[in-house]
């Protein structure tokens, strides 16, 4: 069973940087975290930042060109580099792996079932 652990989320001045982390462990090896998901106080929880299946990184419009989604040559880590945060980026932040997913979906909830525990991100003056 594959394992997702997040970490790197905390508290930050609107401005500032964070960068999180999420490592798999278990089998199988072709389980992979593939995309970062928050969930807002109060909010759904969406997909903001992913490399599909294709290794394309995709991103929404309100973090792309802020957001910066990477990954280890092993597949076995996902990295999201947040800059210039705002109190909206404020949530609680999921990394999803699975073994694959459509080119166009890779933001979708519904292409994974495995999740980490996530980790809070708290932007605030």
């Known amino acids: 069973q594959v394992v997702l652990q997040e970490s790197g989320g905390g508290s930050v001045q609107p401005g500032g940087s964070l960068r999180l982390a999420c490592i798999a462990s278990g089998s199988p090896n072709d389980v992979i975290p593939m995309a970062w998901f928050r969930q807002p106080p109060g909010l759904d929880r969406w997909g903001v930042a992913g490399i599909g299946s294709d290794e394309n990184a995709r991103y929404t419009d309100d973090v792309e060109g802020r957001f910066i989604v990477s990954k280890d040559k092993d597949n076995r880590a996902l990295y999201l580099q947040m800059n210039d945060l705002s109190p909206a980026d404020t949530a609680v932040y999921y990394c999803?792996?699975?073994?694959?997913?459509?080119?166009?979906?890779?933001?979708?909830?519904?292409?994974?079932?495995?999740w980490g525990q996530g980790t809070q991100v708290t932007v605030s003056s």
């Open positions: 999803a792996a699975a073994r694959e997913t459509r080119w166009w979906a890779v933001l979708y909830e519904s292409e994974y079932n495995i």
